[in-house]
């Protein structure tokens, strides 16, 4: 069995299946899933994760979120801002906790893993939010059903990104090469982002899917609460909230097809990856609500987004060197000279992108203030 070197992620192992002993195994780190797991100098790696942590938090979430579910059909409402930032507050105080508990039963590269897709996937949900309040503008969605579809879209959001999430662990450990095309993907998005006027292409991709529904399915110009269906003179006619429902599914896959890339450039444990696009959805619906109008003057978090998708995109190009596999590639073999991007710098440049787009804005937003004022 041929033995291969690789970098520092891992020793001199055999790429043949190993024999599992309890609470360790070993993988062939040709497939890429030594990127950011902890091993021992004999190419050991170590589930630090217990198995019944993952079941238990994600069983305890899923239960947050349906009872946030059912609070919306018992009581639909407008939440005040007071409502809105206490939501907010104790989803971001979960997270939190949720990081604080992975560093006690597994350990600080784990927490640190899932800071940075956690914040990574919540900074992208936000800039998801000016899109949602672009489809309720132009419907005209009732305010008092907004939450409905907020939530619908939350739920849609969800299912989409597992089934991503589940073909992207699989083709992860399958073809290492992969990690190049999702590099090259997030540098594309980044740079498409920078210069694509306030997500102009998201709208025309929604305009269309609206022009194909209302010629084929009958669908009344009137809201009947959060009804999909309703009747007219004894007929039964859909309603526009069919067509917002559709508009919400379809950006949450565009969104899903830019995301799951960028988180699996900071973590590839699947675990992991749901884990931080879980609490990024959680509590996004009272953010849509807190933000309101405000959402506009975050002008340049676009920016601070785009940046973020690019370092991870060279980030995942550098790793792809790392466990290069493509014989027209450096003979089949490794590059070793490439540099091994750390989760703490990861983390220290998703933050530092998020404040530093966020301060730009709001310095910005009052130099206008004031230079209005003075015109006045």
Known sequence: MREREYPETARSVSTSTIEEAPGVRRIRPERGETFGRPFTPEGVFLDTIPVWFEIGSLVVLVVILLADLLLILKRPHIPSTKESALWVGFYVGLALLFALALWFVGDTEHAVQFLSGWLTEYSLSIDNLFVFVLIMTQFSVPRRNQQEVLMVGIIIALVLRAAFILLGAALIENFSWIFFIFGAFLVYTAIKQVFEKEHEGDAQAESFIVRVLRRFIPIHDSYDGAKIRTVVNGKKMLTPMVIVFVSIGVTDLI????????????????????????????????????????????????????????????????????VNELAFINGGEPILWAPEISNWTSLGVIVASIAVSTVASLIANSAEARRVAREK
């Open 255 to 322: 969104f899903a097809i830019d995301s799951i890339p960028a988180i699996f450039g900071i973590t590839q444990i699947p675990f992991l990856v749901f884990a931080a696009n879980l609490f990024a959805l959680m509590g996004l619906r009272q953010l849509y609500f807190l933000l309101g109008d405000l959402l506009e003057k975050l002008r340049y978090l676009k920016y601070g987004v785009a940046f973020i998708l690019a370092f991870i995109g060279v980030k995942l190009f550098f790793h792809a060197m790392h």
